[in-house]
């Protein structure tokens, strides 16, 4: 694809778009990952002026920075490890994205301590790189995109040293709403605002997430804090021609046969896809699908819960935790109603893109209950790929509730009666009316591309 597009783009976020391996013999493996950003970058056309800035992840990474044997367009930021760590782990994985997804556990948490300030250095360390980093490598009159909370002060560090770029900033989380957000110590509030002000233009998934934000901004900042910044907003949809070509391979034709088997003859599906996240609600899921094996006998043996839920932020205890409950829970479903031949719940912890394309497939529920999501992709990517038509089981708290409520059955991520009935709405939806409404939702949730909601910022910004 071609663009108007002829400053040079610079994109910036934490994870980058390539990872590096060492292995055993010295040599590196290199592995691209996917995602939005990646097909969106990708449209502004080849050869265009682009550069992708982001920071060195692992040891693999860090040996790539030293022998520079990196990719073209992309600069890894060989960031110290400690000052990583606490920058990620500490402040952004464990303060802002709590904040922003509402999971502290407010009786104990959160306690922002002597321990959280030394954090807190740490991440203006880390943001310090990344702009130091972009103002070096920033053409004249250059576009900068900053992704998501764990670079919220760039824009206003970047503004300083380069008054000439057009710099915005995107969040794929939720937006906290102000009562949650003054949960942070007044002067970090400020200085996350204000960073994140530093932007000509700020945006995020849904109309909600930016309303959120500014309500925060005014209440912070004061009136007029928005002033010489504006608010934007970009639903990323599902990439339909890659999921229908890629869940059409051989590998996912070959996962449907094993899953199939595994399900057994006759028997509905609910499935769901995650990572291991905290605010994805999977042991919830897991009680509602218990209260309907409960409360409708008529269920059992009947339906299978395939939940695949990838490993996620493994150095946090917390998420260790809640791997290990997710796993509990199932194993004792399992052990309670399981028969000789049908086993109630499929759960599976490690990662496979094909089999999870396959589970799409021939799901006849997907369930997508977070309790605060950005977006959530999945819950666009099943009905882009489904067979034969899959009831949506969603939850209000997902950004993806705004484009697909109507279509969606739709739930309290709480509430786990509902959510039960919920599901059992879903299994005895009529074939004809799953097909019509899959067909809606499929339509919705590809009406902004990557390709289309990457390009979109970049022509909003240019005319804002
Ligand atoms: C999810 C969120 C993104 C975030 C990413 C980081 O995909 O939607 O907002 O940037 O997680 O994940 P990571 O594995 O890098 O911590």
Request: glycine share 8%.
């Amino acid at each position: 694809m071609v663009s108007e597009h002829a400053a040079q783009v610079l994109v910036a976020s934490n994870r980058g778009p390539v990872s590096y391996t060492l292995r055993e013999d010295g040599s590196l493996d290199a592995r691209r990952g996917g995602g939005g950003l990646v097909s969106g970058l990708s449209a502004i056309g080849q050869g265009a002026d682009s550069l992708w800035v982001c920071a060195a992840l692992g040891d693999g990474d860090r040996e790539a920075v030293r022998r520079g044997t990196g990719e073209p367009g992309v600069r890894m930021l060989d960031i110290d490890a400690g000052v990583h760590a606490d920058a990620y782990n500490g402040i952004a994985n464990s303060v802002l994205w709590f904040v922003h997804h509402m999971l502290y556990q407010t009786p104990l948490e959160p306690a922002f301590d002597a321990e959280f300030r030394r954090q807190w250095a740490a991440y203006e360390t880390y943001n310090r790189a990344f702009a130091d980093a972009l103002a070096a490598e920033a053409a004249p009159g250059a576009v900068v995109l900053v992704q998501d909370y764990h670079l919220c002060l760039v824009p206003g560090m970047l503004r300083e040293l380069r008054p000439d770029l057009r710099i915005g900033h995107f969040s794929h989380t939720p937006w906290a709403p102000v009562d949650y957000f003054r949960l942070l110590p007044d002067d970090i509030a400020r200085q996350l605002l204000r960073g994140l002000l530093g932007a000509d233009r700020v945006a995020f998934l849904t109309r909600r997430w930016a309303d959120a934000f500014a309500a925060c901004a005014v209440d912070v900042l004061g009136d007029g804090a928005l002033d010489g910044t504006a608010l934007g907003v970009h639903g990323l949809g599902a990439d339909a021609d890659f999921l229908r070509a890629r869940s059409q391979r051989q590998d996912v034709e070959e996962w449907l046969v094993r899953l199939r088997e595994r399900v057994g003859a006759g028997r509905r599906t609910v499935v769901r896809v995650d990572r291991t996240e905290l605010s994805k609600n999977i042991v919830r899921g897991l009680l509602a699908y218990r209260q309907l094996l409960t409360d409708r006998p008529e269920w059992r043996g009947r339906v299978v819960h395939i939940a695949f839920a990838y490993p996620s932020r493994q150095d946090l205890a917390v998420y260790r935790d809640y791997t290990a409950s997710v796993r509990r829970l199932a194993e004792e479903i399992n052990a309670a109603y399981g028969t000789d031949d049908w086993q109630p719940v499929l759960l599976e912890l490690d990662d496979d893109f094909a089999r999870s394309l396959a589970a799409y497939r021939m799901a006849d529920v997907a369930l997508v209950n977070p309790i605060r999501d950005g977006m959530n992709l999945v819950a666009k990517e099943v009905p882009v790929v489904s067979d034969e038509g899959c009831a949506l089981v969603l939850s209000r708290e997902a950004g993806a509730y705004e484009e697909l409520g109507e279509d969606a059955i739709v739930v309290n991520p709480y509430d786990v009666m509902a959510t039960a009935d919920a599901l059992h709405e879903a299994l005895v939806m009529e074939p004809q009316e799953r097909t019509e409404r899959t067909k809606r939702l499929a339509a919705a949730a590809t009406a902004l591309p990557p390709a289309a909601w990457f390009l979109d910022q970049l022509a909003a910004l240019a005319s804002e």
